[in-house]
């Protein structure tokens, strides 16, 4: 082991504790594949930071032996509309616009030619999955893409997951598009989908919902590390900065929140954190971390392992993230 390795190990080592129990590992094996995954997020979303979710998929899948690229179509309509003629910015007051039949009448007009040349990009890298990340912003965007993907590759696989997902409803028209529907935490569902494509196995009904287990809790430590692939970092409003995650859930129970009920909570190792943030500031010189979690100090111990970390590590490294303060 390198010297500069051995020396982060030991700087971390101290914090290592033992994972949450009753909870699902989430195991990797990697062998050698033919099918070609391409992982889409389309408009509406944030632009500060790559894609986070994006990026641990593609770090599971490519563990495993599936070659995969990710297309940031979102923060390239968002930076190729500060440089058109759209009467309105669309990512910071015209939310409502992008659902409700809005797409179709206020926004296709003015990025049609340009999400034409984002869908030529996804058909000449050949894939033969495609999967699709929705948010309810997105969700009108992502039939669209799927539409018009399906025209050009009809015999592409398509699947879509994300929070607008949490719960499929009966009148979502998406089962009408999609072949696999993933429902919860999708770290497990996505090797699941891409092994039996491998295999030739194909759904005996369309869609073929995958849902997590209501009770069902994922070890979101010692995943492989994230994979942005190609992604340039220098697109986003924050170029030197990145987003991770310190926990899953919530450990209030809020009447009006409705977080609190997408995942039990869980803690995530503070030395894996810890190993992940100093990676990406190593090999991409990232010096911001976002920690996309409902709340970072759901575990106060681990929280102040994982601050006491950066400091020892001696790197410039700033960090942000929600708190519960009681």
Same mark, same amino acid.
């Given at each position: ?9 030991? %700087?971390?080592?101290?914090? $290592? ?13 990697? +062998? !050698?594949? *033919? %099918? ?7 408009? &509406? ?22 070659? %995969? ?16 003629? &759209?009467?309105?910015? /669309? #990512? !910071?007051?015209?939310?409502?616009? #992008? ?6 009448? *206020? ?30 912003? $997105? ?25 607008? /997902? ?8 998406? *089962? ?8 919860? =935490?999708?770290?497990? +569902? ?5 092994? *039996? ?7 005996? $009904?369309?869609?073929?919902?995958? =849902? ?31 987003? $991770? ?23 995530? =190792? ?11 500031? =190593? !090999? ?43």
């Amino acid at each position: 082991m390198a010297t500069r390795e051995q020396a982060m190990v030991n %700087t971390v080592s101290g914090f $290592s504790k033992k994972v949450n129990k009753k909870l699902t590992d989430v195991d990797v094996e990697y +062998a !050698t594949r *033919k %099918t070609r995954l391409a992982l889409v997020v389309s408009p &509406m979303w944030s632009v500060h930071f790559p894609p986070y979710n994006l990026a641990r998929l593609a770090g599971i899948t490519k563990s495993a032996g599936y070659e %995969t690229e990710i297309f940031d179509v979102n923060i390239e309509a968002y930076n190729f509309s500060q440089q058109s003629d &759209m009467p309105y910015n /669309l #990512w !910071t007051s015209g939310g409502w616009q #992008w659902f409700g039949g809005g797409f179709y009448e *206020k926004i296709l007009p003015y990025l049609k030619d340009f999400f034409e040349s984002k869908i030529e990009q996804i058909v000449s890298y050949n894939p033969d999955v495609i999967g699709l990340t929705e948010y309810s912003y $997105s969700e009108e965007c992502n039939q669209y893409f799927a539409k018009r993907l399906k025209e050009r590759l009809p015999d592409v696989i398509f699947m879509v997951g994300g929070p607008n /997902l949490q719960q499929v409803k009966e009148d979502y028209s998406g *089962k009408l598009i999609y072949d696999y529907i993933v429902s919860g =935490e999708g770290e497990n +569902a996505i090797q699941a989908v891409m092994n *039996k494509i491998e295999a030739g196995i194909i759904p005996k $009904s369309k869609p073929e919902i995958i =849902e997590q287990h209501a009770n069902e809790r994922l070890n979101i430590s010692n995943f492989p590390l994230p994979d942005y692939c190609n992604l340039d970092f220098n697109l986003y409003s924050v170029p030197n900065g990145a987003s $991770s995650e310190f926990s899953r859930g919530c450990v209030a129970k809020c009447t009006f929140c409705s977080e609190t009920h997408f995942h039990k909570y869980r803690q995530r =190792e503070s030395t894996d954190a810890l190993s992940e943030v100093i990676h990406f500031n =190593e !090999t991409r010189g990232t010096q911001i971390f976002y920690f996309l979690d409902s709340l970072v100090n759901g575990n106060l111990k681990a929280l102040k392992d994982f601050a006491q970390g950066i400091i020892e590590s001696g790197r410039e490294i700033k960090w942000l993230g929600y708190a519960r303060h009681d």
